[in-house]
């Protein structure tokens, strides 16, 4: 996430927003939940010094199965997390190759058109499909 926008805890929700390709999606849940948050979207604060020595001496809370209240051990820990990780692949190259435009020699109008043209001619549905989107 890349911002928390609202956290109403009478409706037990939070709004938070998530970038994404084409822009920010904003995205609301339920609470409780658990989300992480992107890198440097938040100022790193300090506590002063008084604050400091008062957390380290204070008690860490451990909490056993029985504290959180499970009592089927199927659903805790490596056999309650059924996900499964079943092919790591990365993705096939492409074998036709990058396609230089030269606008020194061309102008910018015939460069397009040309640009838009190997486009329809590659995706021969594409040209219709925009148009039925245009229409409706």
Known sequence: MSRIVEVDLEARTITVERRAEGGVQVLKTSLPCLI???????????????????????????????DAGVEDLNKIGLKGSPTVVSKVFGPTPRSEK?????????????????LIQKIFTRHPTLESDLLMKELT
């Open 36 to 66: 992480t948050m992107l890198e440097n979207t938040n100022e790193m604060r300090f506590a002063n010094l008084p604050a400091m020595i008062h957390a380290a001496a204070y008690p860490v809370r451990k909490w056993s199965k029985e």
């Open 98 to 114: 990058v396609e230089m435009l030269d606008l020194e020699t061309s102008n910018l109008r015939d460069v397009s058109l040309n």
